[in-house]
């Protein structure tokens, strides 16, 4: 993958962030309708700040991220403002996550700084979070 330096009044960079969060008691609730609108929610929050979204993916019970934000804004800003936001929405829209669930997302999230060396490797694994691993002693095909 190609560095791609973004620049800003004063800056120049190419940060990247892997975040990954769950819901509260690792709930299998991400799936059909509700995932569909937590994709569409984090990637308008990311336009709202002009992050760019390099890979995403929604699993039942977490989500993959990883994203290109400003310098500006640190790893916990990043997460919280996805966090906070779609846990609004999601529980306002979708009344079994508010029964279901004293909050949506664990308090808890996992955040990894990217280099342009390993973004293209990271992004692959996000891509792959939904296909099952081989049983061992299985050869893949």
């Avoid at 990954?20 to 008691?25: I, L, R």
């Avoid at 929604?58 to 990883?66: G, I, K, Q």
């Avoid at 692959?124 to 002693?137: F, H």
Wanted: net charge positive; glycine share 4%; aromatic share 8%.
């Amino acid at each position: 993958m190609t560095r791609q330096v973004r620049t800003s009044p004063g800056a120049a960079y190419d940060l990247g962030y892997h975040v990954v969060w769950c819901p509260k008691y690792r709930r299998p609730v991400l799936s059909g309708r509700v995932k569909i609108r937590l994709q569409e929610l984090i990637h308008a929050k990311a336009d709202e700040h002009g992050w760019e979204i390099i890979a995403l993916e929604v699993m039942p019970d977490h989500v993959h991220l990883s994203v290109k934000p400003h310098p500006k804004d640190s790893p916990s800003y990043v997460a919280n403002q996805f966090k906070g936001h779609t846990s609004h929405v999601l529980r306002e829209e979708f009344a079994h996550l508010r029964s279901r669930l004293p909050t949506l997302w664990s308090r808890s999230y996992f955040v990894a700084s990217v280099g342009a060396v390993s973004a293209a490797t990271v992004q692959r694994y996000i891509e792959t979070q939904d296909e099952k691993a081989p049983k061992p002693g299985v050869a893949r095909a």
